[in-house]
């Protein structure tokens, strides 16, 4: 896939939910302002939404979008990472904006954990990404797993006191996620 490519789908899903990113981001400021400090709202909160981020991307919600892409001559797993930075990148923006706040209205740095926040919010956004191409028990089934994931890092986080180990256990899930994804969309290929 080129850049192109990758950028011009990644744009079309932002520009069509950028209500979507408005709204997500005007809550987090919101939130920001009024919780104070800690771990657990923030990381919670914008996994939530980062949740609702990814399941927004399921298909028919913008049918002009997802005839355009799958007429793109593009397998399934590059369609999987394009589609993936969209709700990643509504997640991103989320926490920063959620920080952003927090950081006016309580005057405190809050850069170690937005690290551990950001990435506990991307690996429980692409497992929830898994959700939007199935139905039923599967889907919910995804959905627990995405809140499971923001549960173990926010444990690994606190309880085990380890930064890295929440880093790197977002990573695995992330990766793992996003192949997930990718193997799933490359099952309804016709290429």
């Keep these: ?3 192109r490519a990758l950028l011009a789908i990644v744009l079309a899903r932002l520009r069509a939910e950028r209500r979507t990113v408005a709204y997500a981001c005007a809550a987090a400021v919101v939130a920001g302002l009024v919780q ?3 771990l657990a709202a923030p990381l919670f909160f914008c996994s939530t939404l980062g949740i609702v981020a990814a399941l927004v991307q399921s298909p028919g919600r913008h049918p002009h979008l ?3 892409e799958e007429a793109a001559p593009l397998f399934g797993r590059e369609l999987a990472r394009a589609k993936a930075l969209v709700p990643c990148a ?3 923006l989320v926490t ?3 920080f952003a706040a927090t950081l006016v209205g309580n005057l405190w740095n809050p850069s170690a954990e937005l690290v551990v926040v950001l990435a506990a919010v991307v690996a429980s956004t692409l497992t929830a990404l898994s959700a939007t191409i199935r139905s039923g028990p599967p889907r919910m089934l995804y959905v627990a ?3 499971g994931s923001s549960v173990v890092a ?4 606190i309880y085990g006191n380890s930064l890295a180990g929440e880093l790197a256990f977002c990573a695995l899930t992330s990766f793992l996620a996003l192949r997930q994804y990718g193997e799933a ?3 309804y290929d016709p290429i």
Excluded: E, K, P, Q
């Design 154 to 157: 926010y444990v690994i986080a």
């Design 90 to 92: 509504i997640a991103a």
């Design 96 to 98: 920063v904006a959620y």
């Design 145 to 147: 797993l995405a809140c």
């Design 66 to 68: 997802d005839l355009c």
């Design 36 to 38: 104070s400090r800690g």
């Design 1 to 3: 896939m080129t850049s």
């Design 185 to 187: 969309l490359a099952r």
